[in-house]
């Protein structure tokens, strides 16, 4: 038995997987009056509306997966107003016999979205002549101003660049996720943070700019950046916990650190701050299987870690080179990704798309988003392939890590055939041939949608060795980058022509077996299912325009503005 915070995150794991015979342990019912708020506000903070922008993008969205191919905008109250609203803003509302819900740009386990988003930002005409801390409010797509610094602590922050635009960072509601999922729910709110950042990397590419997940901060650094440590502020309401932070720059530059010294803390601890956050439950359940994971997974300062190496140039060209002059534009397909919920049971994509969407979730460095992600990729792809021409069905694997390849076969099973798909480019091995659609419904908690889809996959971690290398809180950056592979997914899936959906649901030690992996070994486990097919509309829902809601003035003169790209 594994003792401290490892052997907690390792219990954690295994305590809540679920089985045929027994899920996680959780709720067991919907209490619907004391369902979460999804939107947090900040009660006596400033409220500063951000401009919306309508007009349609002439950037096509293959134009964002390369740096620097879009030219970058200036930071202004229309680019910050673009930028969050691609990020993190709404989608659409659905209705349904009197109930509304909103969709959001980043996807959210059960659409509960626990993840909030904060920004620091210098003066901009309009917003403030100081620089100062906002928290995101995407349902009024406005800032909420929760403090003021001083100009030395910015420059402190950001050194003498003047390439940088910002500070973005995330936070968690883990009872957002709790209120439905019980005890599991801290993996799902992981998920959502992989998911946001992607979300961030890929609205920060459409207005030419950079981001840069940073590596070195302390959860105790970010929580004082964010105010999230601010015990009056939060006094008897649901609790934030920090997760990462990015800093965004518009001109090519290596990646760098925001380094927090002590003085910056207390300075920024010391600085007058504003507003209470609201209440979103009548009354939170507490599950102490969280808790510990809120106490032993978390992040210390500490050196930037070496990203993956595996480059562009360092393999054969992806088989489908994106044409960047082609294609739907960018805004228009982050607008429109959605979770599909039922798959039709007949579409199938073409080898070249499949293979097309396998290439962009290769971690590469020099391509979006993974320039962004500074950590070695620690994650495969097992695939059931249904539905792809020209693709014999079957049970395949992508190695992201071609360099883990032998550990990784030779801890499954010895029947696999392990043959490269021929002309495909990448580390893609076909494992087993036959039809795999009832098995993956079955090991996805019996979810139809994992069959009737053109291919479905699990994402297994390299996750002993990671939690050794880099310390228990590395099981959170797990699940961020199997998120992360989501998001590329999701709008891959969107460009081809299909949708994708995630699945936290599934039956973590059935994958295991069919994959022959030992089931008293964790050291390889999986973190997150996801299909991808065609998807089936449902009829009954009522889609109305993500912000309907604000004031005609407000809309109006959205459409009143001039694009932002020429």
Known sequence: MVAGPLGAVRAYHQRTKHLPDQFAPGPGYMDWANQPDPFRRFKGARLIELPLICDPSSVPFGALTTPGAVAPQSLSLDSLGLFLELALGLTAW??????????????????????????????????????????????????????????????ALMGKSASVRCIVGLSSVHWREAWKYGER?????????????????????????????????SDADLGTLMGLTRT????????????????????????????????????????????????????????????????????????????????QEDRDPCPVPRDQSAGPPDFSVIRRRRSAVTMDGRTSVSLETFLAMLGRTMPDPGTVPWDAFPFPARILLCLFVHRVDGLQPGLYALIRDPDRLAAFRAACRDDFSWKQVPKS???????????????????????????????????????????????AWAYRRLFWEAGLIGQVLYLEAEVAGVQATGMGC???????????????????????????????EDGRLTTLPAYFHLPSERRTNALRRGPLHS
């Open 506 to 536: 599934y039956f973590d030690d059935l994958l295991h077996l069919g994959l022959g992996l030992d089931r008293d070994e964790d050291s390889w486990q999986s973190l997150y299912h996801f299909t991808v097919g065609g998807a089936v």
């Open 185 to 217: 729910a801290y993996r799902y709110c992981q998920h959502d943070v992989g998911h946001a950042l992607g979300s961030l990397r890929y609205a920060a590419a459409a207005l030419g700019w950079r981001l840069h997940l940073l590596s070195e901060p």
């Open 425 to 471: 480019n990448l580390p893609l091995y076909q494992l087993l041939v036959g039809d795999f659609r009832d098995v993956a419904a079955h090991i996805s908690c019996t979810q139809a949608i994992a069959g009737d889809s053109a291919f479905s996959l699990g994402m297994i971690a390299d996750f002993v060795r990671t939690l050794k290398e880099e310390g």
């Open 94 to 155: 659905k209705e349904f016999q009197g109930t509304r819900w909103a969709l959001r740009s980043n996807p959210s386990s059960g659409n509960l979205h626990p993840t909030e988003g904060y920004i620091l930002l210098p003066p901009i005409d309009g917003l403030s002549d100081s620089p100062s801390v906002y928290h995101y409010a995407p349902r009024e797509h406005a800032l909420e101003e929760r403090c003021s610094l001083s100009k030395g602590v910015w420059r």
């Open 232 to 311: 009056e502020d939060f006094h008897n309401v649901e609790p934030e916990f920090p997760d990462l932070l990015c800093l965004v720059v518009a001109r090519p530059e290596p990646p760098r650190t925001v380094r927090v010294s002590d003085e910056a803390v207390r300075e920024i601890a010391n600085a007058t701050w504003h507003g209470r956050a609201a209440r979103l439950s009548p009354e939170q359940v507490l599950w102490p299987c969280i808790t510990t994971m809120e106490t032993n997974a978390v992040k210390p300062r500490c050196e930037h870690l070496v990203q993956s190496s595996i480059r």
